[in-house]
């Protein structure tokens, strides 16, 4: 079980949108940054927002994050099929000294 | 271009070592922490280890502390990781990855990964 916590499955219909969910606690969230991936098995896993929402050059802006207290979120709008993949957020913790990665969140596009 | 290429998995039996490579190419490899993150079959990310640019500072995750050694060579800008002692459960592809100076612990590039089963 991680200690960052993700719903394991999230879904919508192509030009929908969909929020995906990220909690975790003060030695993490509360303290540190937020960073999510996208992960298509087989491939290596991709950086979609860094630093809670800001995006690397290459994403587009329809995919955001925020980050409030100890939660954080991935927003997708206008979903494409192609957006269908694994989405983790990951974060920092001073008490395990450790990156931590969330369980993940299973995204299919209807 | 950035470059991270994973090699030396493999098939190894429980109790046995195991070293991986990853050579880089395309970036300044001495400013960058390096990170070892692996995925287990049909589970999640998982990290395993980290050091920082000054080839001193590491960090480990608590299932491999003590088991597992990175190290790199900022001369041949390669990073390793030595898996001593394996157990079925360190099954995974694993990943190398690069953290920018101030990203907040961000993975902006990564390999393709090396396969590693342990197995009798």
């Given at each position: 079980q991680s200690v960052l916590t993700q719903p394991p499955s999230a879904s919508g219909t192509p030009g929908q949108g969909v929020t995906i969910s990220c909690s975790g606690g003060s030695s993490n969230i509360g303290t540190y940054t937020v960073n999510w991936y996208q992960h298509i098995p087989g491939t290596a896993p991709k950086l979609l927002?860094?630093?809670?929402n800001l995006r690397p050059?290459?994403?587009?802006?329809r995919i955001s994050g925020s980050k409030s207290g100890t939660s954080a979120s991935l927003a997708i709008s206008g979903?494409?099929?192609?957006?269908?993949a694994d989405y983790y957020c990951s974060s920092w913790d001073d008490s395990l000294n450790a990156v931590l990665f969330g369980g993940g969140t299973r995204l299919t596009v209807l | 271009q950035v470059q991270l290429v994973e090699s030396g998995g493999g098939v190894v039996q429980p109790g046995r070592s195991l070293r991986l490579s990853c050579a880089t190419s395309?970036?300044?490899?001495?400013?960058y922490a390096l990170h070892w993150v692996r995925q287990a079959p049909n589970k999640g990310l998982e990290w395993v280890a980290m050091i920082w640019s000054d080839g001193i500072t590491k960090f480990y995750a608590d299932s491999v502390k003590g088991r597992f050694t990175v190290a790199r060579d900022n001369s041949k800008s390669t990073l390793s990781l030595q898996m001593n002692n394996?157990?079925?459960?360190?099954t995974a592809m694993y990943y190398c990855t690069r953290d920018p100076h101030g990203?907040?612990?961000?993975?902006d590039f990564w390999g393709q990964g090396a396969l590693v089963t342990v197995s009798s």
């Open positions: 927002i860094y630093l809670d050059s290459g994403v587009p802006d979903l494409h099929s192609e957006d269908e | 395309g970036f300044n490899f001495r400013p394996l157990r079925a459960e360190d990203s907040g612990w961000a993975f």
